[in-house]
């Protein structure tokens, strides 16, 4: 750890050997409700964090980790000197292997038994170059000028939700939730904190959906609030769709790729590269920066479960249209950009 970030973490209590804890650490964002995440941590006490994803909670096993996660690294061209942090890195999955590639992670998240289990990753791997901070991204304020590299990945549209967020009691359930201020404005402070963190010449690397995805006009549901054509209406219709069949403001903004583009520019990046991926950017097979051919995109498979089915031969064929024949790239499920300050 270099003398800016000793300072940085001496201003905090130190919880465990890896995790401090920084006074705006109450929050709750995860895939499990709280009482899984207990029963998780309470497993690693006898096994592996693989063994005890495999037991808990095995339908998230490739969440946590697959390699596929982190290949969107592939495009900083790292050199293994950059210091780094991982703004809501969760389990780790990309605050490992990017340890594995340069010299210092800070990884930053307010749920702490995420925090607690990606410490007993990083001691099954033997990995030695990671300090976590248990904190709100809304409230934590950046030391400036201490990074190279800034990643945010899945992130962003999360942020305008003030309030805890168990995914599983979020993403069908009619609950209200209390909101506050204006999401582009939380998400585009948050962008300027993470800027002012960044050396000059240093590089953010931001991964989101598209909101307009092709598959959300064909009816597949808002992959953050489970409601139909949301992300493709305007804010103030996606707002009354939210309140009726989700009793809430509709918060979890995603922009398109010239939207996303923008939002960085007015945070104060100079250079700011858009990149398509396929089928999403949790797990890209393909990506290509924006506009430009992909002579390797093959579209999704027609099979399902082993059978041909109707719904797989048409987003086939609706790929094949779009992307192979048309290029049509503002139409691309995901996006990953490298934003330079």
Known sequence: MNKKLNK????FLKQTDK???????????SNLSKEENKDLIKLLEKHTTREAV???????????????????????????????????????????????QVDYVVGVDQTIESLKFTEARLNEEGIKNVSFLNANLRDLVIPEKTFDIAIVNGVLEWLPEIEDVELGNYWYKRIKRKAHGNPRDIQLDFLKNVNQGLI?????????????????FFGTRD?????????????WIANIISLIFRKREYRPWIYSFNGTKKL??????????????????????????YGEVNNY????????NGKRTIKGIIANRVEWLLFKVCNFQFFAPSMIIIAKK
């Open 223 to 235: 992959p953050h609030t489970g409601t139909l054509f949301t992300t493709i209406s305007p804010r």
């Open 8 to 11: 940085f973490f001496l201003k």
């Open 297 to 304: 995109f093959s579209p999704t498979s027609s099979i399902r």
């Open 200 to 216: 000059d010449g240093g590089r953010l690397m931001l991964a989101i959906e598209n909101r307009y995805d092709y598959k959300m």
């Open 264 to 289: 960085l520019m007015e945070a104060g990046y100079s250079d700011v590269t858009l990149h398509s991926c396929w089928p999403d950017y949790r797990h890209p097979e393909f990506i290509t920066k």
């Open 19 to 29: 995790i401090y804890t920084h006074p705006s650490n109450e929050g709750y964002w």
């Open 54 to 100: 495999s037991i808990k909670m095995p339908m998230i096993f490739d969440v946590i980790f697959s390699e596929k996660r982190s290949v969107g690294l592939e495009l900083l061209n790292l050199s293994g000197k950059e210091v780094a942090i991982d703004l809501g890195c969760m389990w780790g999955a990309i605050t490992i292997p990017l340890a594995k």
